[in-house]
């Protein structure tokens, strides 16, 4: 085979940016702009450039107009095409207008952000977890409806299916009380049914939480700014911390036929530095 039929395809996955205006703090203590103007600059940065990047959820922090200004410019520099979805901080209608280019935001007929793409040799199906002013997520009969006769449609492909809400229970006690309350388990049946879903991809907690769902693997990622504190209590403290971002690089190989999942920390660090000289290791 030739180097070109051998070419892997990447998806990076960004999540809970939860972009403020111009110089406002979210919770009053961060901005969250420097932190994804770095998400994107590592984005940019990576040996291989992505074929697409999905963002899934929280784009902003309230759905305001000037919020989703505010990312466009900051998203602005990735080179690369770029999947919007909400979360249950984002306004569906708000999101629609303040990205009129992004035409796959208004293909659903029933009024909820789901698309299908193409990235590479992935496809990338998007479920709308949000219940319009409601913390947790839910997935209805029409959702999971559109997602089955997707998943007909495209039995021969690879397939990774982004969604806001995880639909798993993730053991943070205050998370899961607005986690998906509605649908998990007719979710986890139907991906049960095609063995061609390589990922289900999750915001929302602002970790990294992997877990086996479905026949296939289900998995949050850390955020861009603030990360949910790991107490696993059932009773914990709803609360964040700056824990260093980081951000999933989701890769199809081509040779393996199997999707493989890197954890890639987001800034700049000293390095890369040799293992070996002239063969042999470093003493």
């Given at each position: 085979?030739?180097?070109?039929?051998?070419?892997?395809?990447?998806?990076?996955?960004?999540?809970?940016?939860?972009?403020?205006?111009?110089?406002?703090?979210?919770?009053?203590?961060?901005?969250?702009?420097?932190?994804?103007?770095?998400?994107?600059?590592?984005?940019?940065?990576?040996?291989?450039?992505?074929?697409?990047?999905?963002?899934?959820?929280?784009?902003?922090?309230?759905?305001?107009?000037?919020?989703?200004?505010?990312?466009?410019?900051?998203?602005?520099?990735?080179?690369?095409?770029?999947?919007?979805?909400?979360?249950?901080?984002?306004?569906?209608?708000?999101?629609?207008?303040?990205?009129?280019?992004?035409?796959?935001?208004?293909?659903?007929?029933?009024?909820?952000?789901?698309?299908?793409?193409?990235?590479?040799?992935?496809?990338?199906?998007?479920?709308?977890?949000?219940?319009?002013?409601?913390?947790?997520?839910?997935?209805?009969?029409?959702?999971?409806?559109?997602?089955?006769?997707?998943?007909?449609?495209?039995?021969?492909?690879?397939?990774?299916?982004?969604?806001?809400?995880?639909?798993?229970?993730?053991?943070?006690?205050?998370?899961?009380?607005?986690?998906?309350?509605?649908?998990?388990?007719?979710?986890?049946?139907?991906?049960?049914?095609?063995?061609?879903?390589?990922?289900?991809?999750?915001?929302?907690?602002?970790?990294?939480?992997?877990?086996?769902?479905?026949?296939?693997i289900a998995s949050t990622s850390p955020a861009q700014a603030h990360q949910?504190?790991?107490?696993?209590?059932?009773?914990?403290?709803?609360?964040?911390?700056?824990?260093?971002?980081?951000?999933?690089?989701?890769?199809?190989?081509?040779?393996?036929?199997?999707?493989?999942?890197?954890?890639?920390?987001?800034?700049?660090?000293?390095?890369?530095?040799?293992?070996?000289?002239?063969?042999?290791?470093?003493?």
């Amino acid at each position: 085979m030739t180097t070109q039929a051998l070419r892997n395809t990447i998806l990076v996955q960004l999540t809970d940016l939860h972009i403020r205006e111009p110089g406002r703090l979210a919770y009053g203590r961060i901005d969250t702009a420097p932190y994804l103007e770095r998400a994107v600059q590592s984005v940019l940065a990576l040996r291989q450039q992505p074929d697409a990047v999905v963002v899934t959820g929280d784009l902003t922090d309230f759905g305001r107009a000037a919020e989703y200004e505010h990312l466009a410019r900051l998203l602005a520099p990735l080179t690369m095409p770029v999947y919007l979805m909400p979360g249950n901080h984002d306004d569906r209608d708000q999101l629609r207008r303040s990205f009129p280019g992004h035409a796959h935001l208004g293909t659903n007929s029933d009024g909820f952000v789901q698309y299908s793409v193409r990235v590479g040799d992935l496809r990338l199906l998007t479920l709308d977890t949000c219940v319009p002013g409601a913390s947790h997520g839910s997935l209805c009969e029409k959702r999971l409806g559109w997602l089955e006769a997707q998943l007909d449609a495209c039995r021969d492909e690879p397939v990774v299916i982004a969604m806001h809400h995880p639909p798993f229970e993730t053991l943070i006690g205050h998370m899961d009380e607005i986690g998906l309350l509605e649908g998990a388990d007719a979710l986890e049946a139907l991906v049960s049914r095609y063995p061609n879903v390589e990922r289900i991809i999750c915001g929302h907690l602002h970790r990294a939480i992997d877990v086996r769902f479905g026949g296939t693997i289900a998995s949050t990622s850390p955020a861009q700014a603030h990360q949910v504190c790991l107490d696993l209590a059932p009773d914990a403290d709803s609360a964040w911390t700056l824990e260093p971002p980081s951000f999933r690089v989701h890769a199809w190989s081509a040779r393996g036929r199997r999707l493989v999942t890197h954890l890639a920390a987001s800034g700049s660090f000293e390095g890369p530095y040799p293992f070996h000289d002239n063969g042999a290791l470093i003493d």
